[in-house]
């Protein structure tokens, strides 16, 4: 038997293109390969995917004043049925988007969530109590001025104007480039992370309908079984799946708004790795010595039986290497971002225009308190808190992020998309006034951004006409 004998220890220093032409020799399957890769590299762009889901609510716009519109309703009102038996769950294709593929989202931000946590800003209370409380401050002012303009009216929507949209926010941040430094784009995720801590406890609270006592035991007894698996030290993700789509068919009938389920899931979803990471190298090397005595150049692949049981086996160990939670996110992410927000983005954007007394419209108080809550009540809430408790408390702001970049910051948290649109169809139930809520929170989110950016840019430029200004009294001690 012929061998051939390679070096598993040293580290190869070839382009991930190289890489994949060394392991693969088919063209065919390299070609695919790297345009995977190519492909994987464009997905991970956050400003894409805002580009993405901005757009697809802007023909959401269109169809929604042409012919088409009635036809798209109609699609929209079919009902979906899945059942075993005598059981049955029926869903419109709407609730199906609102409820079932939001849940994922849902999941995702939970991900997020219980990462930052873990590892990320959240764990660490003295660093994650500035952005969380400009947080705070960026949902209560919204809700006051919304309260104000509508206190004789709509009142139950004032939590229309609390959310910022973290995806699509930080896509428009990230137009920005170098402009703004990295230290405030991880306080600004924190804080919209923490804004949409506080937007589903309000979902939870205050958005439902009222409770069957049977299927809130029921989502009890799912979450149970969720805390058992992690407990239990389970890291396969396919019990935790089935038993979130069990949580979610309890919630969805119990009351409790059904997108909570795909939070709770994360938050029982393994955040460690059952390989013992340390000692993963050591057996990586046993383990390519002993492929390389079982393998045999001139035999065909079939009829090597040991090396490939030993790839497999290797297969299965580095499949674990990922945690659970990480693993979710990798499956998630991409559809989550390029298929379910644009088409939520499209069924809930549909605001029709025709016959609609425009003048009318720009006076409606829940035009008025959407608008302005988002467009100038999150700014004051997020710059007044933070600039409130750097000043009087025992905060400073992160290194190089000064108070023009806070201001640009405030002025981004103003556009509220996912999350807005999703509580304004749950407040207002009358047609007419979700129709007004969704175009306020439309309006605010494209002027919101167009602020944001013009600031930027015109406080870089009037930095570099005029040199380094005398630093503030906001900017982090060096």
Not at 222 to 239: D, Q
Not at 309 to 321: D, I, L, P
Request: glycine share 8%.
């Amino acid at each position: 038997m012929t061998k051939k004998r390679h070096t598993f220890t040293q580290k190869s220093t070839l382009h991930p293109h190289e890489e994949v032409r060394r392991i693969y020799w088919e063209p065919l399957v390299v070609r695919r390969i790297t345009q995977r890769n190519a492909l994987s590299a464009v997905t991970s762009d956050s400003t894409l995917a805002a580009v993405i889901m901005v757009s697809a609510a802007f023909v959401a716009i269109i169809v929604a004043n042409t012919p088409a519109y009635g036809f798209v309703r109609s699609m929209l009102e079919l009902p979906l049925e899945i059942g075993i038996g005598s059981f049955i769950v029926s869903i419109s294709c709407e609730q199906f988007i609102n409820d079932f593929l939001m849940a994922i989202f849902f999941l995702l931000v939970g991900v997020e969530l219980k990462y930052e946590m873990t590892v990320g800003q959240l764990r660490h209370p003295k660093q994650a109590a500035l952005p969380m409380l400009a947080a705070v401050g960026g949902v209560i002012v919204p809700a006051l001025i919304f309260l104000a303009c509508n206190f004789k009216g709509a009142a139950h929507g004032w939590a229309t104007p609390i959310a910022t949209d973290i995806a699509f926010a930080l896509g428009v941040m990230s137009l920005l480039g170098d402009r703004v430094a990295v230290e405030t784009k991880v306080f600004f995720q924190t804080l919209a992370i923490a804004d949409d801590i506080i937007a589903i406890g309000v979902l939870a609270l205050f958005y439902g309908q009222t409770f069957k006592i049977e299927w809130v035991v029921g989502s009890l007894f799912a979450t149970f079984i969720l805390s058992l698996l992690n407990h239990g030290r389970v890291y396969s993700l396919k019990p935790y799946v089935a038993v979130g789509a069990l949580l979610w068919i309890c919630m969805f009938n119990s009351g409790i708004h059904a997108t909570l389920a795909g939070v709770i899931l994360a938050f029982f979803l393994p955040a460690r790795s059952d390989v013992r990471l340390g000692e993963l190298h050591g057996w990586l090397d046993d383990q390519a010595l002993e492929l390389d005595d079982h393998y045999d150049e001139r035999s065909h692949v079939l009829g090597q039986h040991d090396f490939t049981e030993a790839a497999w086996h290797v297969e299965r160990v580095m499949h674990h290497v990922r945690p659970p939670l990480q693993r979710m996110e990798r499956y998630y992410a991409v559809p989550v971002n390029f298929v379910i927000l644009p088409l939520f983005a499209f069924v809930n954007a549909q605001v029709r225009l025709v016959g609609v007394d425009l003048s009318a419209l720009l006076v409606d108080p829940i035009v008025r308190g959407v608008f302005f809550g988002a467009l100038i009540g999150k700014p004051i809430g997020v710059i007044g808190m933070t600039t409130l408790l750097v000043k009087l408390g025992p905060f400073s702001l992160p290194r190089h992020m000064d108070w023009r970049q806070l201001v640009t910051m405030g002025l981004l948290s103003g556009v509220g998309f996912t999350m807005s649109i999703l509580i304004a169809g749950l407040a207002f139930t009358n047609l007419v006034e979700a129709n007004a809520a969704k175009c306020a929170v439309l309006a605010a989110a494209v002027v919101a951004s167009a602020a944001g950016l013009f600031f930027a840019a015109l406080s870089d430029s009037f930095r570099t006409g005029h040199g380094q200004t005398r630093p503030s009294k906001l900017t982090a001690p060096r």
